[in-house]
T-cell receptor, first 115, second 114 residues
């Protein structure tokens, strides 16, 4: 079974600074997708960014970018110019070819942004 | 843009009662997923439907059942409720099964079992 691990239960960053959230995963599949979801206090799950495993280029969405290291099975999220609204729980998630489209989530990282 | 709609948003039930959660996917999305998120936990996959047929099944208790209707909305039926069923239940939809399209989540239904 695929597993997703986020080893940082909590992180904090100063407003306007950069922070990196870590995620590792374990899989034997060759075709899969990775995602970062944000869950603010409202508890809404918001897709932040996604990465296709077959693409070598790291995904970028405005201030959010990933560092995808396929061989190391690592998928970190970098948030640049952090804003107060970035404060939330961040979940790394995996969807693979043999597990259908179901998402397997990591434990989450609670991000605090300090003014 | 239209989003996933879930109703009710909050539900309080007593032990051994029955609850029905409803999900209305984004228009033209034919795949629906249900997840359960306990307090302080990550979401856990329960079940999914594609074109009104069950497409995948996760850690869903036998006391729970679900279906997808002809208009693609889905209902999660939960019977003999237990205290441990208290959680946030998410529905998500995507436009196509078998491919790894993004899943768009609804706001969730918070179920409290007393």
């Amino acid at each position: 079974a695929q597993t997703v691990t986020q080893s940082q239960p909590e992180m904090s960053v100063q407003e306007a600074e950069t922070v990196t959230l870590s995620c590792t995963y374990d899989t034997s599949e060759s075709d899969y997708y990775l995602f970062w979801y944000k869950q603010p206090p409202s508890r809404q799950m918001i897709l932040v960014i996604r990465q296709e495993a077959y693409k070598q280029q790291n995904a970028t969405e405005n201030r959010f970018s990933v560092n995808f290291q396929k061989a190391a099975k690592s998928f970190s999220l970098k948030i640049s110019d952090s804003q107060l609204g970035d404060a939330a729980m961040y979940f790394c998630a995996y969807a693979g070819e043999t597990s259908g489209s179901r998402l397997t989530f990591g434990e989450g990282t609670q991000l605090t942004v300090n003014p | 843009a239209a989003g996933v709609i879930q109703s009710p948003r909050h539900l309080i039930k007593e032990k051994r009662e029955t609850a029905t959660l409803k999900c209305y996917p984004i228009p033209r999305h034919d795949t629906v997923y249900w997840y359960q998120q306990g307090p302080g936990q990550d979401p856990q996959f329960l079940i999914s439907f594609y074109e009104k047929m069950q497409s995948d099944k996760g850690s869903i208790p036998d006391r729970f059942s679900a279906q997808q209707f002809s208009d693609y909305h889905s209902e999660l039926n939960m019977s003999s409720l237990e205290l441990g069923d208290s959680a946030l239940y998410f529905c998500a939809s995507s436009p196509r099964a078998g491919a790894f399209y993004e899943q768009y989540f609804g706001p969730g239904t918070r179920l409290t079992v007393t």
